[in-house]
C-alpha cells in the first residue's frame, strides 16, 4: 500500500473558484482535490483530501493522522494566522508538514505574514495557486522518502 498523505484545508477553501479568483484563481477545491490524488498516483502516495470551517475538525485531523499518514500538507486558510491549537496538533504527531498557501501571503496584509502553522512545517509554498499543491505534494515524496530529512 501506498503512503497515505492527509492534504488538509480551513475555513472558507470549499469556495475556491467563486471567492476572490483574482487573489485565489479558478480553480475550484473539487478541481485541486482531483490534480492532488492524480499527482499522487505518479508519486505513489495516497492522496486524503479534506476540508473544514471548524478548527477543531482539523486538530483532531492532525490527531488522527498519527501512525496512518506519511505527512501532512496544509493550507489552514485564515486559521494559519491565528491558531495555536492546530500548531500543537502539528507538532503533537511529529510527521513532515508542508504549508501551502494559494496566494503570497508576503505580498498580501500585514496580518497574513505570520503563520503559527509554518513553526512545524518543513517549508512553505505559497504564490503559485492551486499549483502550490502539487509541489507541496513533490516535496513531502522526498520527505517520507528519505527519513533523514523527516521533520
Ligand atoms: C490562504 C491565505 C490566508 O491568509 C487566507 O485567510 C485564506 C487562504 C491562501 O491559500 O492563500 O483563506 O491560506
Redesign the pocket.
Known amino acids: 500500500m501506498d503512503p497515505i498523505i492527509l492534504i488538509l484545508n ?4 470549499n469556495l475556491l473558484g467563486e471567492r476572490e479568483p483574482e ?2 484563481g479558478r480553480q475550484t477545491l473539487a478541481d485541486i482535490e482531483a490534480m492532488c490524488v492524480e499527482r499522487g498516483k505518479a508519486l505513489a502516495l495516497e492522496v486524503d483530501f479534506r476540508q473544514s470551517n471548524s478548527e477543531g475538525d482539523l486538530v483532531e485531523w492532525v490527531q488522527q493522522a498519527r501512525g496512518r499518514a506519511a505527512g501532512i500538507v496544509i ?4 486559521l ?2 491565528t491558531s495555536i491549537a492546530i500548531l500543537d496538533a502539528l507538532l503533537a504527531v511529529e510527521l513532515p508538514v508542508v504549508e ?4 503570497n ?1 508576503f505580498r ?1 496584509e500585514h496580518f ?1 505574514r505570520h503563520s503559527h502553522v509554518a513553526r512545524a512545517a518543513k517549508g512553505v509554498i ?1 504564490g503559485f495557486g492551486g499549483q502550490g499543491y502539487a509541489l507541496a505534494l513533490e516535496a513531502i515524496a522526498r520527505l517520507v522518502g528519505d527519513k533523514d530529512q523527516g521533520r
Not at 10 to 13: A, D, E, Q, S, V
Not at 75 to 78: E, I, K, L
Not at 100 to 103: D, E, Q
Open positions: 480551513g475555513p472558507n477553501l487573489i485565489y493550507n489552514a486558510g485564515a494559519s494566522h501551502v498557501h494559494l496566494s501571503i498580501r497574513r505559497c
